[in-house]
């Protein structure tokens, strides 16, 4: 039984500083148990969030030694122990205490894309659909909800621009509506304006952190993009679109 | 009187998961006013963990599936002590539940003409699991949760249910509180919910999160309403078991279902061994049949694999005794030797069990694909729950009702896979239309702030007591020693007694449980809070099982190994007595209808 040194950062909104900790390690632990052998027996009010423990429910989002993990699914076999390992909360959204933030503003903007809209069901009140199609949205559904993606986004952590970009997280729930073969609402308006896809620079950092290994710029972002240019700045389109008096977009 | 904050709701539904949810849809599209409380973030709740599937008779991988077939296995599975009447209306309308959720989104696996797919599963007769990978419990809950932000719905999350108040002798509000600033809340409601789920964390090795500490069952119970069939409790025979930090996470049935099978460290697929009376004529007596029927072969009969959970967690722990297991105390399951039977195997091991994968090779180093994985009985689910009406999910209680995996009476004593999911939904749907009903139909109840002043003082005491007080989870961990010991997989009478005794010593030391900082996100506080609930539930499964002599299902005693007919006419009830004492009693099961006994007499 080897002890290691965690590093981990309590405070509230007000603020807050690193405090170490020794844990003992044993053999596949995550730092998630590392974090519960401490609250257990050094400090029963170390705050954290988690649910599952196995990667699905996506509760236990932090910053280990700086990079956006899962905790839960996060083995200190994989880290340098020899150092002390650091644990801090998800730096792009407000803290409430130690490792738990306020993510609330994410539930907020989901609410304001379109919801699902399925054209008629056939005949016998059911759809079909090809494996092939399903595919494409079932990669957008796995999304767990960890917020990681949010966290690292430039746009939300450095520029805090909460107000006119949802994130990558919306826009792999807006790629899962857009593409799913019974929808047949359409977002490329709200995409543009009220939802900020331009300030996407395609930097792809969402894609590096996410834990279900979604591919998000390239499979959901990239081809959002293409639908906004498609929908909203077909020059051709634009032509037919004023000599019919139809509504400008 | 205590500081708290208001809200009035004409239903409260306490817990977010997917019976919860599809209450409150329902509850709302009915026209009432809904309060959703969740103990963690909406959409995190423990549905999210189910892997294998809706299990719903849709026909659409095998015409020959019926509800009537379905309703045969549920009841064969939860050897005949199921709610009739529950059973009956789940296997009809599973289907049209299923079918709703991907009119609200849900993109389950397709058939090659493009309806939904279905699997298979232990104890259902044809292939009958909607999927979606095996990740179907995410698919459904992301679903509700995204459709039910539409509906109007006050979402409070991460708000805890301390106590249900009552006016008279019907339900009038609950009280709790919010973790994030520790303030307490008032919900004044006319028609409450229960949907919180089962009492895993009761038992150290379990597939449960962190929130499954019977807090509807123990809420229920306080508030004077029935406790049914707590004896019976669901050890799931595939759990992870090996690294010890990952000691009990599940691993879906599906893996069977797909092909995977069950070696002890001879080689030897000791299911075979072991087939129970009532299932040998639909299980295969040959590995190659068993082998076709997981890939689809009508004519085929099951393997042993997919007998039910009760059975195949039981033959394990044989295994393991015997001194035949794998080397960390489980035994094997191979998905890895299908490669040799299916072209493009290890991708398409990983297309058909993606979590699977992922989850052996992050938290195990293990390729499933090339390696068989090591397996052990985990604590999974609870059968037993709050006593309802079969229509319309009201417990004894008026305006208390409940859904899901916190109420009783559709499983028996023992669940089969797959009908957890489906249950939600049908029940889930059925809570929220009576609930609104009631709701409609009844003046706003009276608040006793003397219920309320109580609660509150109760739940401040472990401040009082500081960090001088014991640590909570010190107890936590003692009471789950408890029952993973001595009311586990094999019980015997004179352990349980002990179990008894040592609960009593474990309730005692739970009031001198003190803790340390403020009430801001405070998770030891929210730990001693907890411990009232897993007492209460680990008492109730404790007494009920002492009280039922005989093995059937999921309870299983070594004193009373044989299954006892006489035993097979009653249910067991829990109830609170007027001396406050745990009382356990014995309820005759009301007789089947004609047409029922019927159609499991044809499915036999």
Redesign the interface.
């Given at each position: 039984m080897t002890t290691a040194t965690f590093r981990i950062w309590r405070g509230?909104a007000h603020g807050g500083d690193f405090r170490d900790y020794a844990a003992e390690v044993?053999?596949?632990?995550?730092v998630l148990?590392a974090v519960h052998q401490i609250?257990?027996q050094q400090a029963?009010?170390?705050?954290?969030?988690?649910?599952?423990?196995?990667?699905?429910?996506?509760?236990c989002s932090a910053e280990v030694n700086g990079n956006p993990r899962l905790m839960c699914?996060t083995?200190l076999n994989q880290l340098d122990l020899s150092t002390p390992v650091t644990i801090e909360p998800m730096r792009a959204f407000p803290s409430?205490?130690?490792l738990?933030t306020?993510?609330?503003w994410n539930?907020r903007a989901?609410?304001t894309i379109r919801?699902?809209r399925?054209r008629p069901?056939e005949a016998d009140?059911?759809?079909?659909?090809?494996?092939v199609d399903?595919e494409r949205?079932?990669e957008f559904?796995?999304c767990?909800?960890c917020f990681l993606c949010q966290d690292v986004c430039h746009v939300l952590r450095d520029h805090h621009m909460f107000e006119e970009f949802v994130g990558p997280r919306h826009m792999v729930?807006t790629a899962?509506?857009e593409m799913?073969p019974?929808?047949k609402d359409r977002r490329a308006r709200d995409l543009k304006h009220a939802h900020g896809i331009g300030y996407c620079n395609i930097t792809k950092c969402c894609t590096k952190v996410c834990p279900e290994g979604i591919t998000i710029t390239d499979n959901a972002i990239i081809p959002l993009k293409e639908r906004v240019i498609d929908q909203l700045y077909d020059p051709i389109a634009k032509v037919f679109r004023v000599l019919r008096g139809g509504r400008h977009v | 009187m205590p500081d708290y904050e208001t809200h009035e709701h004409d239903v409260l539904v306490v817990g977010a998961g997917g019976a919860g949810l599809r209450a409150a849809i329902e509850a709302s599209a009915n026209g009432v006013s809904v309060g959703l409380v969740c103990k963690s973030l909406l959409g995190k709740a423990h549905t999210v963990m189910a892997e294998g599937g809706i299990a719903a008779a849709l026909a659409n991988v095998d015409d020959r599936d019926s509800w009537k077939v379905h309703f045969a296995d549920t009841m064969r599975g939860g050897q005949y002590v199921n709610n009739w009447r529950m059973a009956e209306l789940h296997a009809k309308e599973a289907p049209d539940r299923v079918r709703e959720l991907e009119s609200w989104g849900a993109v389950f696996d397709r058939t090659s003409d493009g309806r939904i797919l279905q699997r298979n599963f232990g104890g259902h007769r044809y292939p009958r699991l909607a999927h979606v990978g095996d990740r179907t419990g995410l698919e459904m809950i992301r679903t509700l949760q995204d459709h039910g932000i539409h509906q109007g719905i006050d979402v409070h999350m991460e708000c805890t249910i301390l106590r249900l108040l009552k006016d008279g002798d019907r339900v009038a509000g609950a009280f709790g509180y919010e973790r994030e600033r520790g303030r307490f809340k008032l919900f004044r409601a006319k028609a409450i919910v229960l949907a919180t789920g089962g009492i895993g964390r009761a038992y150290k090795i379990t597939s449960n999160s962190w929130e499954y500490t019977g807090d509807g069952h123990t809420l229920a119970y306080d508030a004077g309403a029935d406790l049914l069939d707590m004896e019976f409790v669901q050890f799931h025979p595939t759990g992870m078991v090996w690294p010890p930090s990952v000691r009990g996470i599940l691993v879906t049935e599906g893996v069977r279902g797909e092909g995977g099978v069950l070696k002890n460290s001879e080689g030897r697929r000791f299911m075979f061994d072991d087939i129970p009376e009532n299932y040998r004529g639909q299980t295969a007596d040959n590995e190659e049949e068993g082998w076709r029927y997981t890939q689809g072969d009508k004519s085929s009969r099951r393997p042993p694999e997919l007998l039910t959970r009760d059975h195949v967690s039981r033959c394990i722990m044989r295994e393991v005794k015997a001194g035949r297991g794998s080397p960390h105390g489980g035994v094997f399951l191979d998905i890895s030797w299908i490669k040799a039977r299916v072209p493009n195997g290890a991708e398409h091991i990983k297309k058909k069990l993606p979590s699977m994968y992922h989850q052996f090779k992050q938290l195990a180093d293990l390729d499933i694909t090339e390696e068989p994985m090591e397996v052990g009985p985990t604590t999974h689910y609870v059968m037993g729950g709050v006593r309802v009406d079969g229509d319309t999910q009201m417990s004894t209680v008026p305006g208390l009702f409940a859904a899901g995996e916190c109420a009783a009476g559709i499983n028996g004593a023992n669940r089969l896979g797959g009908n957890s999911l489906s249950d939600l939904l049908v029940f889930g749907k059925r809570a929220g239309e009576f609930a609104a009903k009631y709701a409609k139909s009844q003046p706003t109840g009276r608040i006793n702030p003397e219920q309320v002043s109580d609660t509150a003082r109760a739940a401040l005491e472990p401040f009082d007591r500081g960090t001088a007080g014991e640590g909570p989870y010190q107890v936590q961990y003692a009471l789950q020693e408890v029952m993973q010991d001595l009311v586990g997989i094999v019980r015997k009478e004179s352990e349980m007694y002990r179990a008894l005794d040592q609960l009593q010593e474990l309730r005692a030391r739970s009031s001198h449980v003190g803790v340390g900082g403020h009430r801001e996100y405070n998770p030891g506080w929210h730990a001693a809070l907890d411990l009232h609930n897993l007492l209460t539930v680990s008492e109730a499964v404790t007494r009920c099982a002492i009280e039922r002599k005989e093995s059937r299902g999921g309870h299983f005693r070594d004193d009373y190994p044989e299954k006892d007919k006489a035993c097979g006419t009653f249910n067991l009830i829990a109830r609170k007595g007027r001396d406050a004492r745990m009382e356990v009693t014995r309820e005759p099961i009301p007789e089947m209808p004609l047409e029922l006994k019927q159609i499991i007499e044809e499915m036999k």
């Amino acid at each position: 039984m080897t002890t290691a040194t965690f590093r981990i950062w309590r405070g509230d909104a007000h603020g807050g500083d690193f405090r170490d900790y020794a844990a003992e390690v044993s053999e596949g632990m995550v730092v998630l148990d590392a974090v519960h052998q401490i609250q257990a027996q050094q400090a029963g009010d170390l705050a954290v969030r988690w649910n599952c423990k196995a990667g699905k429910c996506g509760s236990c989002s932090a910053e280990v030694n700086g990079n956006p993990r899962l905790m839960c699914m996060t083995r200190l076999n994989q880290l340098d122990l020899s150092t002390p390992v650091t644990i801090e909360p998800m730096r792009a959204f407000p803290s409430i205490r130690d490792l738990v933030t306020d993510v609330s503003w994410n539930f907020r903007a989901k609410k304001t894309i379109r919801k699902f809209r399925p054209r008629p069901a056939e005949a016998d009140g059911t759809w079909r659909m090809a494996q092939v199609d399903a595919e494409r949205v079932q990669e957008f559904r796995k999304c767990i909800e960890c917020f990681l993606c949010q966290d690292v986004c430039h746009v939300l952590r450095d520029h805090h621009m909460f107000e006119e970009f949802v994130g990558p997280r919306h826009m792999v729930f807006t790629a899962a509506l857009e593409m799913n073969p019974l929808d047949k609402d359409r977002r490329a308006r709200d995409l543009k304006h009220a939802h900020g896809i331009g300030y996407c620079n395609i930097t792809k950092c969402c894609t590096k952190v996410c834990p279900e290994g979604i591919t998000i710029t390239d499979n959901a972002i990239i081809p959002l993009k293409e639908r906004v240019i498609d929908q909203l700045y077909d020059p051709i389109a634009k032509v037919f679109r004023v000599l019919r008096g139809g509504r400008h977009v | 009187m205590p500081d708290y904050e208001t809200h009035e709701h004409d239903v409260l539904v306490v817990g977010a998961g997917g019976a919860g949810l599809r209450a409150a849809i329902e509850a709302s599209a009915n026209g009432v006013s809904v309060g959703l409380v969740c103990k963690s973030l909406l959409g995190k709740a423990h549905t999210v963990m189910a892997e294998g599937g809706i299990a719903a008779a849709l026909a659409n991988v095998d015409d020959r599936d019926s509800w009537k077939v379905h309703f045969a296995d549920t009841m064969r599975g939860g050897q005949y002590v199921n709610n009739w009447r529950m059973a009956e209306l789940h296997a009809k309308e599973a289907p049209d539940r299923v079918r709703e959720l991907e009119s609200w989104g849900a993109v389950f696996d397709r058939t090659s003409d493009g309806r939904i797919l279905q699997r298979n599963f232990g104890g259902h007769r044809y292939p009958r699991l909607a999927h979606v990978g095996d990740r179907t419990g995410l698919e459904m809950i992301r679903t509700l949760q995204d459709h039910g932000i539409h509906q109007g719905i006050d979402v409070h999350m991460e708000c805890t249910i301390l106590r249900l108040l009552k006016d008279g002798d019907r339900v009038a509000g609950a009280f709790g509180y919010e973790r994030e600033r520790g303030r307490f809340k008032l919900f004044r409601a006319k028609a409450i919910v229960l949907a919180t789920g089962g009492i895993g964390r009761a038992y150290k090795i379990t597939s449960n999160s962190w929130e499954y500490t019977g807090d509807g069952h123990t809420l229920a119970y306080d508030a004077g309403a029935d406790l049914l069939d707590m004896e019976f409790v669901q050890f799931h025979p595939t759990g992870m078991v090996w690294p010890p930090s990952v000691r009990g996470i599940l691993v879906t049935e599906g893996v069977r279902g797909e092909g995977g099978v069950l070696k002890n460290s001879e080689g030897r697929r000791f299911m075979f061994d072991d087939i129970p009376e009532n299932y040998r004529g639909q299980t295969a007596d040959n590995e190659e049949e068993g082998w076709r029927y997981t890939q689809g072969d009508k004519s085929s009969r099951r393997p042993p694999e997919l007998l039910t959970r009760d059975h195949v967690s039981r033959c394990i722990m044989r295994e393991v005794k015997a001194g035949r297991g794998s080397p960390h105390g489980g035994v094997f399951l191979d998905i890895s030797w299908i490669k040799a039977r299916v072209p493009n195997g290890a991708e398409h091991i990983k297309k058909k069990l993606p979590s699977m994968y992922h989850q052996f090779k992050q938290l195990a180093d293990l390729d499933i694909t090339e390696e068989p994985m090591e397996v052990g009985p985990t604590t999974h689910y609870v059968m037993g729950g709050v006593r309802v009406d079969g229509d319309t999910q009201m417990s004894t209680v008026p305006g208390l009702f409940a859904a899901g995996e916190c109420a009783a009476g559709i499983n028996g004593a023992n669940r089969l896979g797959g009908n957890s999911l489906s249950d939600l939904l049908v029940f889930g749907k059925r809570a929220g239309e009576f609930a609104a009903k009631y709701a409609k139909s009844q003046p706003t109840g009276r608040i006793n702030p003397e219920q309320v002043s109580d609660t509150a003082r109760a739940a401040l005491e472990p401040f009082d007591r500081g960090t001088a007080g014991e640590g909570p989870y010190q107890v936590q961990y003692a009471l789950q020693e408890v029952m993973q010991d001595l009311v586990g997989i094999v019980r015997k009478e004179s352990e349980m007694y002990r179990a008894l005794d040592q609960l009593q010593e474990l309730r005692a030391r739970s009031s001198h449980v003190g803790v340390g900082g403020h009430r801001e996100y405070n998770p030891g506080w929210h730990a001693a809070l907890d411990l009232h609930n897993l007492l209460t539930v680990s008492e109730a499964v404790t007494r009920c099982a002492i009280e039922r002599k005989e093995s059937r299902g999921g309870h299983f005693r070594d004193d009373y190994p044989e299954k006892d007919k006489a035993c097979g006419t009653f249910n067991l009830i829990a109830r609170k007595g007027r001396d406050a004492r745990m009382e356990v009693t014995r309820e005759p099961i009301p007789e089947m209808p004609l047409e029922l006994k019927q159609i499991i007499e044809e499915m036999k």
